[in-house]
T-cell receptor
């Protein structure tokens, strides 16, 4: 298996623009997680899905953030409008259950 | 609310030495994970500990879990430069797949 796939790997955008991050989980994994990592706040869980259904979105910072999982092999995290404080590395991870989470390579987002 | 604390946050050690990283969590947990992250890279799973007294070893790293003390340790034996990385512990609670991560321990092994 190719592992968790994320795109793009790097994104540079200007404040106010819409940003869409994409994730393809490992086939057969029922759980998908979106994390954000910054130096100041560390690794934070934003939202997670089980069988394409959002289970816990309490970590989503504000209404500017939204996440969808239209099918078992694809998820998006959208930021609209983006702000400089959204600059971070965004990781997607997937898991088959109460087991380790497998992380993707991450998307490094810079908002100017 | 589950909180996870690691210490130390920074660790500089010489090759060949032993050391332990500590991970405390605030509420009852049924599982504990250790991950490694190299600079600019993703997180790589090292160990999954699912019961009290669980001990797992891989090479120079050994992890253990004491659920009564709410403590996990990651012991490094005879460190080598290749172990330089940031190590994270994460704890989960029953009934949820959600993990809470510690802030990480940045380990530097000097020749």
């Amino acid at each position: 298996d190719a592992g968790v796939i994320q795109s793009p790997r790097h994104e540079v955008t200007e404040m106010g623009q819409e940003v869409t991050l994409r994730c393809k989980p490992i086939s057969g994994h029922d759980y998908l997680f979106w994390y954000r990592q910054t130096m100041m706040r560390g690794l934070e869980l934003l939202i997670y899905f089980n069988n394409n259904v959002p289970i816990d979105d309490s970590g989503m910072p504000e209404d500017r953030f939204s996440a969808k999982m239209p099918n078992a092999s694809f998820s998006t995290l959208k930021i609209q409008p983006s702000e400089p404080r959204d600059s971070a590395v965004y990781f997607c991870a997937s898991s088959p259950g109460i087991d380790t989470q497998y992380f993707g390579p991450g998307t490094r987002l810079t908002v100017l | 609310e589950l909180k996870v604390e690691q210490n130390p946050l920074f660790l500089s050690m010489q090759e060949g030495k032993n050391y332990t990283i500590y991970c405390n969590y605030s509420t009852t947990s049924d599982r504990l994970y250790w991950y490694r992250q190299d600079p600019g890279k993703s997180l790589e799973s090292l160990f999954v500990l699912l019961s009290n007294g669980a001990v797992k070893q891989e090479g120079r790293l050994m992890a253990s879990l004491d659920t009564k003390a709410r403590l996990s340790t990651l012991h490094i034996t005879a460190a080598v430069h290749d172990l330089s990385a940031t190590y994270f512990c994460a704890s989960g609670q029953g009934g949820s797949e959600k993990l809470v991560f510690g802030k990480g321990t940045k380990l530097t092994v000097n020749p």
